[in-house]
């Protein structure tokens, strides 16, 4: 059971839009910002938003995050084909003993 | 460019001990934290343990304290995972990660990965 909550898996048309939600708690997503992450068939994970709503050099503007209150949620618009993946949200999370790095279970997305 | 290249995988028995290492270019590797990532066949991400960028601080999943230790070589711009004690559900592929920072960042980027099984 991971700590930080995703839907097992979404699905769209190509050319529409989807959302992907990861729900959490006041001692993570709360109280920290969210990074989300593409992994691709057979490859690893890629960067995809860091601090909640920011896109490294190269990820097109399609892609979006936002963050309120315990939850963030990963936005994608004009779906293609090529977007088929697994995502994860990610966050530190300020446990009783130690603060360590959370991901959520991951969501698949299927471009139909 | 930044490149993180993992080797020391491979079969083990149970019980058994791997030592994981993780090259590092292209960055300043002494400045910022790094971390080991593991996926296990057909499962999500797991965050295994993280180093700070001095190796001063380190931190571990529950699923492996006591068991893996991280630590780090500055001056061979290399990162490493001993693990000890591998049971079955160890199996994985295990990603070396750069963090952002040097703590409370986020992981970009990430290396190719290296299978461990642990199987008689």
């Known amino acids: 059971q991971s700590v930080l909550t995703q839907p097992p898996s979404v699905s769209a048309a190509p050319g529409q839009k989807v959302t992907i939600s990861c729900s959490g708690s006041?001692?993570?997503?709360?109280?920290?910002?969210v990074s989300w992450y593409q992994q691709l068939p057979g490859t690893a994970p890629k960067l995809l938003i860091y601090?909640?709503?920011k896109r490294p050099s190269g990820i097109p503007d399609r892609f979006s995050g936002s963050k309120s209150g315990t939850s963030a949620t990963l936005g994608i618009t004009g779906l293609q084909t090529g977007d088929e993946a697994d995502y994860y949200c990610?966050?530190?999370?300020?446990?009783?003993?130690?603060?360590?790095?959370?991901f959520g279970g991951g969501t698949k997305l299927t471009v139909l | 460019e930044v490149q993180l290249v993992e080797s020391g995988g491979g079969l083990v028995q149970p019980g058994g001990s791997l030592r994981l290492s993780c090259s590092a270019s292209?960055?300043?590797?002494?400045?910022?934290?790094m971390h080991w990532v593991r996926q296990a066949p057909g499962k999500g991400l797991e965050h295994v343990s993280g180093i700070s960028s001095n190796g001063g601080s380190t931190n571990y999943a529950d699923s492996v304290k006591g068991r893996f230790t991280i630590s780090r070589d500055n001056s061979k711009n290399t990162l490493y995972l001993q693990m000890s004690s591998l049971r079955a559900e160890d199996t994985a592929v295990y990603y070396c990660?750069?963090?952002?920072?040097?703590?409370?960042?986020?992981?970009?980027?990430w290396g190719q990965g290296t299978l461990v099984t642990v199987s008689s």
């Open positions: 006041s001692s993570n997503i709360g109280n920290n910002y």
């Open positions: 601090e909640n709503n």
């Open positions: 990660v750069k963090e952002s920072s040097g703590w409370y960042g986020w992981f970009d980027p």
């Open positions: 292209g960055f300043t590797f002494s400045s910022y934290a």
């Open positions: 990610g966050t530190w999370d300020s446990g009783l003993s130690a603060v360590l790095w959370v």
